[in-house]
T-cell receptor, first 112, second 116 residues
Framework: GQSLEQPSEVTAVEGAIVQINCTYQTSGFYGLSWYQQHDGGAPTFLSYNALDGLEETGRFSSFLSRSDSYGYLLLQELQMKDSASYFCAVHPRSGGSYIPTFGRGTSLIVHP | DGGITQSPKYLFRKEGQNVTLSCEQNLNHDAMYWYRQDPGQGLRLIYYSQIVNDFQKGDIAEGYSVSREKKESFPLTVTSAQKNPTAFYLC???????????????FGPGTRLTVL
C-alpha cells in the first residue's frame, strides 16, 4: 500500500516563503502531485512531479526526490488568498490503473 | 462552460434512508471518481470508473454503490448500510491515465451530506 505524511498545519505571514513537506512510502509510483483546497471548496490541481527536481509554476514550486521518498511544495510571496489546505498525492503503479492516493492535507494559515 | 457539477450542495437525510448524490461532467472525460472527505482525513477513494458500464471499488466502498450508464454521469448512492455517512463527498473526473502520462483530476464543488 501507500502512505503519506504531511504536517497538519503551517502558519506564515503575508509576503513570506513557506515550504510544505510530504514524505511517502510506496512501492513504485509514477509521480507526486499537489492540490489546493479552500475551505468548503473543490480541490484544484497545482503541480505534478514525474521526475526528481524542481518544477516551477509562478509563485508555486514543487520538488521531488525519489531516493529520499520526499517532496515539498514551496509557496513564495505569500498572499492572504493562499490560506487553504494543500494535499500531496502519489500516483502508484498499480495494475495499469492510475488512481492517486492523497495525504491528509496541510492547513496553511497566512497572517497579515 | 466545461466542468463538473454536483447536486445538491447540502443534503440532509434521516438515518436508515438511502440517498443518491448526483455527479455530471461535460469535459468528455472517460474516468470518474468519488471521494469522501472527513476533517483531518484527506480524500479517501470510494469508487472509480474508467469507462462506461464499468467501475471498481476504492478503499472505502462498503455501504456505497455507483452506476456508470452514461459517460457524463456517475451517481453515488449512500445506503443505509454505511455506518457513518455524514461527510463531504467529492466527485472528480480525468482523462484516462495510462503509463507515465499524468492527467490531473478535476473536482466538482462537493455535496455535504448530514444524516440526522
Amino acid at each position: 500500500g501507500q502512505s503519506l505524511e504531511q504536517p497538519s498545519e503551517v502558519t506564515a505571514v503575508e509576503g513570506a516563503i513557506v515550504q510544505i513537506n510530504c514524505t511517502y512510502q510506496t512501492s513504485g509510483f509514477y509521480g507526486l502531485s499537489w492540490y489546493q483546497q479552500h475551505d468548503g471548496g473543490a480541490p484544484t490541481f497545482l503541480s505534478y512531479n514525474a521526475l526528481d527536481g524542481l518544477e516551477e509554476t509562478g509563485r508555486f514550486s514543487s520538488f521531488l526526490s525519489r531516493s529520499d521518498s520526499y517532496g515539498y511544495l514551496l509557496l513564495q510571496e505569500l498572499q492572504m488568498k493562499d490560506s487553504a489546505s494543500y494535499f500531496c498525492a502519489v500516483h502508484p503503479r498499480s495494475g495499469g490503473s492510475y488512481i492517486p492516493t492523497f495525504g491528509r492535507g496541510t492547513s496553511l494559515i497566512v497572517h497579515p | 462552460d466545461g466542468g463538473i457539477t454536483q447536486s445538491p450542495k447540502y443534503l440532509f437525510r434521516k438515518e436508515g434512508q438511502n440517498v443518491t448524490l448526483s455527479c455530471e461532467q461535460n469535459l468528455n472525460h472517460d474516468a470518474m471518481y468519488w471521494y469522501r472527505q472527513d476533517p483531518g482525513q484527506g480524500l479517501r477513494l470510494i469508487y472509480y470508473s474508467q469507462i462506461v458500464n464499468d467501475f471498481q471499488k476504492g478503499d472505502i466502498a462498503e455501504g456505497y454503490s455507483v452506476s456508470r450508464e452514461k459517460k457524463e454521469s456517475f451517481p453515488l448512492t449512500v445506503t443505509s448500510a454505511q455506518k457513518n455517512p455524514t461527510a463531504f463527498y467529492l466527485c472528480a473526473s480525468s482523462i484516462e491515465g495510462t503509463g507515465d502520462s499524468y492527467n490531473e483530476q478535476f473536482f466538482g464543488p462537493g455535496t455535504r451530506l448530514t444524516v440526522l
